[in-house]
């Protein structure tokens, strides 16, 4: 079981050091609660390390997005941040910025599920009751195969995370969407408290 060096409000810490701009302090709380909410399927005794990594995987995009994932290895090992997380952290965007590819499960969901909550995010804010809890699956699939919509947000690597998990595209989409739902109210109150 692996464990981190530092604890959650640490690793708050460390983020908000270095992120104040609400955005990415929202998408990291998300990331970090959809990794936990997966972490209580696939490996529910390392749910902290789970989370710790979706928190502080784009801890350096604010202020260095031209390094994103070189400069990360940097500021997390100053903080005493173990080479495993690092090497977790880094994995997300393999193929964009980072040649370390995603091989661990956790991984996999992360890079799948880091664009794809973008996505949702960007999708939830054009609901009129602005909720994932009436969003199906077929209105996320609308959004995805529209291209304009949230065009920053990668289908290839939707998709490819999809394929690497072993996961159709409609089952990532599905337990993606069941982990939002999930954990919405969590991550309203971790942002207004957080940012």
């Not at 955005?23 to 970090?32: C, G, P, S």
């Not at 880091?114 to 909720?131: H, I, N, Q, T, W």
Request: proline letters at 2%; one cysteine or more.
């Amino acid at each position: 079981m692996r464990e981190s060096n530092l604890n959650r409000e640490e690793a708050l810490e460390l983020l908000k050091k270095y992120n104040q701009e609400e955005f990415h302090i929202r998408h990291a709380l998300t990331v970090e609660a959809v990794l936990r909410y997966f972490a209580e399927e696939y490996a529910a005794e390392e749910l902290e390390y789970w989370g710790m990594v979706g928190l502080l995987h784009d801890i350096d995009f604010e202020q260095w997005p031209d390094e994103h994932c070189s400069k990360a290895p940097e500021l997390l090992r100053e903080a005493g941040v173990g080479e495993d997380m690092i090497r977790s952290i880094v994995s997300h965007a393999y193929g964009i910025c980072s040649d370390v590819e995603p091989q661990e499960q956790m991984e996999k969901i992360l890079f799948a599920a880091d664009e794809l909550s973008g996505l949702m995010g960007a999708a939830v804010l054009m609901r009129p009751s602005k909720s994932f809890q009436d969003m199906k699956v077929s209105s996320v699939k609308k959004k995805f195969k529209d291209k304009r919509f949230a065009a920053g947000c990668s289908r290839e690597t939707i998709s490819e995370g999809a394929e690497r998990l072993g996961w159709t595209l409609d089952e990532l989409l599905e337990k993606t969407l069941a982990a939002m739902k999930a954990t919405e109210q969590w991550i309203e109150s971790e942002v207004a408290q957080h940012s």
